[in-house]
């Protein structure tokens, strides 16, 4: 019994700590325009800052990986906490560019080291379906906190609360998951297939894994890209851009919960690629629509972009098997940084759009169809996918899973 109720306290813990993830992803989201007033910031300033966030997470998830089996899950996520709560404070106190750079930094490491210790430790705690079940309602909390996450700040910005005050917000759910982990029994980490890392790199340099490698830093930005600025580029579109971004994160949720029966059906290559065909629409949609369409296009980008993070971590599981536990590491972390390279890339358009346009929403449609073409290649890149793994062994054993 109280193992049980410590795995149920560990779990629990898990939960919380992605929550704090998806809140700074939110809140951050939602106080980009509040930021750029205060201490008047360029959008490629604010690109910038975005890409620290981005950046933080795969050093972090990438070294967690290699070395999970080394030092455990208890001491990841006590440096997840020690940056979490550096980098939440740095940034109350911030006082210019520079310190939201360090600041944000920190806070992409601890979300990095979140999911680098809490993956492979509830991996560890259970087994089989058992084990894809609990993992699937852990993953459901960073679309889920985002939902949280930016209700709690577009209220708090309706009623004049300060960015500073919604950034303490995130000290909640930290605090919340430090108090949960205090004392608890770690689960060892398993050390089957631990000493082959030269064969996981090895596997690494087959050409699906190359491929899903290129595709992955393509779908990272297709979803983040209109997600993080969307409070920027939809502020005078008639639309609210945190109630886009709760709608969205809110359909993913839901989505991802049952993903099961969708992957089933039209197997790994057929979600990838209708995914990408909603979310060429649904991007293309953002950049035409004003008022209430915008929702609409918010639920047509939110089916497009829903399954790419799961599906291209469970693709290289299935069809690059051999890569192991680092395969899926480096899948997260390319599409984590290929997000932070474009993050003020993403911001210089804004301001070139500005420059050119008078209005906001005129720039901000004009940067959102730039976004177009991420998923727009991928629609290309996927279609080749689809025929050339049509007739693989693995294809058809993966649309089983």
Request: charged share 10%; glycine share 12%; net charge positive.
């Amino acid at each position: 019994m109280n193992e049980n109720l410590n795995k149920s306290a560990l779990f629990n813990a898990s939960c919380f700590a992605l929550i704090t993830t998806a809140f700074t992803f939110a809140i951050r989201a939602g106080i980009l325009p509040q930021l750029g007033d205060q201490f008047g910031l360029s959008a490629e300033q604010l690109g910038f800052i975005n890409s620290m966030w981005f950046l933080g997470f795969p050093i972090s998830m990438i070294l967690g990986g290699l070395f999970y089996h080394t030092i455990g899950p208890k001491i990841i996520m006590q440096i997840a906490f020690i940056a979490h709560t550096l980098g939440i404070v740095l940034t109350i106190y911030a006082g210019g560019y520079t310190g939201l750079l360090i600041s944000t930094l920190f806070i992409g490491f601890g979300n990095g080291c979140t999911e680098a210790a809490c993956n492979p430790m509830i991996a560890d705690m259970y087994s089989g379906l058992k084990m894809n079940k609990m993992l699937n309602r852990f993953h459901m909390w960073f679309p889920g906190g985002i939902v949280i996450g930016s209700l709690i700040s577009k209220f708090m910005t309706d009623f004049g609360m300060g960015w500073q005050m919604q950034m303490w917000v995130l000290m909640i759910p930290t605090l919340i998951y430090a108090f949960l982990f205090f004392g608890k029994a770690f689960p060892k980490p398993t050390v089957e297939g631990v000493t082959s890392i030269s064969s996981n790199l090895k596997a690494m340099f087959s050409p699906v894994f190359i491929f899903l490698f290129f595709c992955m830093a393509l779908t990272a930005i297709s979803e983040f890209g209109p997600q993080q600025w969307v409070n920027v580029v939809m502020s005078e579109s008639g639309a609210s851009g945190m109630l886009i971004l709760a709608l969205t994160t809110g359909i993913m949720a839901v989505g991802r919960f049952f993903a099961g029966p969708v992957v089933k059906t039209l197997g790994q290559t057929g979600v990838l690629l209708g995914g990408a065909i909603f979310a060429t629409i649904g991007i293309y949609m953002f950049s035409t629509v004003t008022g209430p369409m915008a929702y609409l296009a918010a639920v047509v980008f939110a089916i497009g972009v829903c399954y790419f993070w799961p599906v291209m971590v469970g693709a290289v599981a299935q069809r690059v098997p051999l890569s192991g536990a680092l395969g899926m590491s480096i899948i997260g972390g390319v599409g984590m940084f290929s997000t932070a390279i474009f993050q003020p890339i993403i911001g210089k358009w804004i301001d070139t759009a500005r420059a050119i346009h008078d209005k906001d929403l005129l720039a901000g449609q004009a940067t959102l169809l730039k976004m177009v073409m991420f998923p727009a290649i991928l629609i290309v890149l996927f279609t080749i996918f689809f025929i050339w793994q049509k007739n693989s062994k693995v294809a058809a054993g993966a649309a089983a899973h």
